[in-house]
């Protein structure tokens, strides 16, 4: 069965650092997603990405983060400098339809 | 604003007794309805969704909800619980003009055998 995979699974940088958290949806959606669940919080709604572009972005989506789907394949997300309470689990999602949503296994991202 | 509700924190249940695990949400149309399972460590897995049609879905791993219009309610259910059904079990919604879900909080279900 097709799943959306994502890498690493357990990322440790320092606060200041740019990360990149990777993801490989499955392969024939048209909606791109990431969501980040802080521990023992809610999931919440990051970005999503259709066509080529951010079609929705939430106010914890500000300038130091970015989105990419630079070969068809991948998509990206980038954090420029990392704070302390980007401490998160990161998860990749894709759909082939708007508003449904298959869930990588998650980057879990401790910033230190 | 919009928000879903999933009132019950922790549930207990016996391995092969019924469950129920109750979603709220609120906003003003119909939205889509999900239900995802994260077991420890893991990442979400979708169990079921509601788009139109039919009030009953059905799902995997034995799991059914029903979308009640008028309880503006999606809860979910299973009539026999196994031990792997322990998990963290979250409602989601989708507004129809948005691209984003809504989370619940999540309740997370224990099982004794």
């Known amino acids: 069965e097709p799943e959306v995979t994502q890498t690493p699974s357990h990322q440790v940088t320092q606060m200041g650092q740019e990360v990149i958290l990777r993801c490989v949806p499955i392969s024939n959606h048209l909606y791109f997603y990431w969501y980040r669940q802080i521990l023992g919080q809610k999931v919440e709604f990051l970005v999503s990405?259709?066509?080529?572009?951010?079609?929705?972005k939430s106010e914890i989506f500000d300038d130091q983060f970015s989105v990419e789907r630079p070969d068809g394949s991948n998509f990206t997300l980038k954090i420029r400098s990392t704070k302390l309470e980007d401490s998160a689990m990161y998860f990749c999602?894709?759909?082939?339809?708007?508003?449904?949503?298959?869930f990588g296994q998650g980057t879990r991202l401790t910033v230190v | 604003a919009q928000s879903v509700t999933q009132p019950d924190i922790h549930i207990t249940v016996s391995e092969g007794a019924s469950l129920e695990l109750r979603c709220n949400y609120s906003y003003g149309a119909t939205p889509y309805l999900f239900w995802y399972v994260q077991s420890p460590g893991q990442g979400l897995q979708l169990l079921l969704k509601y788009f139109s049609g039919d009030t009953l879905v059905q799902g995997i791993k034995g799991f059914e909800a029903e979308f009640k219009r008028s309880q503006s309610s999606f809860n979910l259910r299973k009539p026999s619980v196994h031990w792997s059904d322990a998990a963290e079990y979250f409602c989601?919604?989708?507004?129809?003009?948005?691209?984003?879900?809504?989370f619940g909080t999540g309740t997370r279900l224990q099982v004794f055998p």
């Open positions: 989601a919604v989708g507004p129809y003009n948005t691209d984003k879900l809504i």
């Open positions: 990405f259709y066509n080529n572009e951010i079609s929705e």
């Open positions: 999602a894709s759909g082939l339809q708007r508003g449904e949503a298959f």
